[in-house]
């Protein structure tokens, strides 16, 4: 039963943080979300940091999911077909919906402040920065995919939080395409298109 209390005790976190945002996401608002006493957050989390950073693992993991997942379905192993996974996956349902996103928001602010968060962010932000780089590397030099991976992992860090911050529903779709657009405007500076054999 231990994974299935895990899980509920983390949506419930997301759950309380969509409602009333983390400063008011108590324990006991987490423990009524989930149906449970609040000792058994201290017994499994060891408290509500402890839970924060389990629930962010958790979205985190569900991200690199998203991610590997359109990663093994390409057909076309070019960079850009890969840095267009990468872009859907940043974009998959599991990082946009209301609990989700506020959750990223509330994670953000609180790793200026929490260490361990800080990591679990650095970790998040070199991993999109490495996979992007090493994408396009295969075509462009080491500086220059280097500047490439930066400005595309800036644009959709930017694209997801306006989309998180909009008073409608997050758009995706729009923002996967704006991802997707900026990426074939640097690709095409440099002469490279989809219709360029790959290295």
Known sequence: ????????????TMAAIDE???GEATIMRIARHAGVSAGIISHYFGGKDGLLEATMR???????????ARRR????DSPRAHIGAIIEGNFDRSQVTGPAAKTWLAFWASSMHKP??????????????????YQF????????????AQGLAAMIDGLWLRGALAPDAFDAEAARYLARSYCDQLLAHHGYTSTTPHA
């Open 20 to 22: 009333v945002g983390l």
């Open 116 to 133: 361990t968060l800080q990591r679990l962010q650095y970790v998040n932000d070199r991993r999109l920065y490495a996979n992007l780089s």
């Open 73 to 76: 379905a390409l057909k076309d």
């Open 58 to 68: 958790q979205i985190l993991t569900d991200l690199s999911n998203a991610v590997a």
């Open 137 to 148: 590397r295969r075509i462009l030099p080491r500086d220059e995919a280097r500047n490439a």
């Open 1 to 12: 039963m231990e994974p299935i209390r895990r899980q509920q005790l983390i949506d419930a």
